[in-house]
């Protein structure tokens, strides 16, 4: 099992581990595959040890915005509130790069929670850790202007060339291909970036 990644895989029990030998199933799945849709009820847990996954919402308002994005070592909060409750996910989740991973099954993941204490509080983190996620965004939406947020955006991807269209920029903050591209040219007017085709050159 290549789960090192995990915070909690150190200190998991030793009759956790063998459980988990017999119940993970390995994945590796493509970039740009939807592992499932808002509205579904998912039947397995992902653990994510390689590559990033996005969780978007979708409404009347908006086409899309992001809520978070997971990376390796991370295990999806609205994919396992879904599965233990069994109730409709509230987002989508789509591979932003080819992934590797396990499986878990609903049975299996709550057979788990009871042999372990250690992953019971793991699990318990992760509601804290990603409510304080979607709290900053929430607050970035009412209180920050859209450009601010552009620029927020792109100084996070800690790189000088961000390779993105105007309509993924869109989908990241919440807004209208049209909105964004505007407002792109007005900061490539004041020299924060450079537009290129697919690409923004942060300056």
Not at 10 to 21: D, H, R
Not at 78 to 100: C, M
Request: hydrophobic share 40%; glycine share 4%; proline share 1%.
């Amino acid at each position: 099992m290549q789960l090192t990644t995990f915070p909690f895989f150190k200190t998991l029990e030793k009759e956790a581990l063998v459980f988990l030998q017999d119940h993970l199933k390995p994945i590796k799945i493509p970039k740009d595959t939807l592992l499932f849709y808002q509205g579904d009820i998912c039947d397995n847990i992902l653990w994510l040890t390689k590559g990033e996954v996005r969780l978007y919402t979708q409404s009347d308002e908006i086409e899309e915005i992001t809520l978070y994005t997971l990376h390796a070592g991370e295990q999806c909060i609205v994919n396992t509130a879904s599965l233990l409750s069994q109730t409709e996910s509230i987002a989508s989740a789509q591979t932003v790069t080819d992934i590797e991973g396990y499986l878990i099954d609903v049975e299996s993941v709550k057979e788990l929670a009871k042999l372990s204490d250690v992953y019971q509080s793991y699990l318990f983190s992760l509601y804290q850790l990603r409510f304080s996620a979607l709290t900053t965004l929430i607050n970035d939406i009412k209180f920050k202007r859209l450009d601010e947020r552009i620029l927020e955006w792109l100084e996070k991807r800690n790189t000088k060339i961000v390779e993105t269209t105007h309509e993924q920029l869109a989908n990241e903050l919440g807004s209208s291909r049209v909105v964004i591209s505007r407002l792109l040219k007005v900061l490539e007017s004041k020299g924060n970036v450079i537009l290129h085709r697919g690409k923004i050159e942060f300056l």
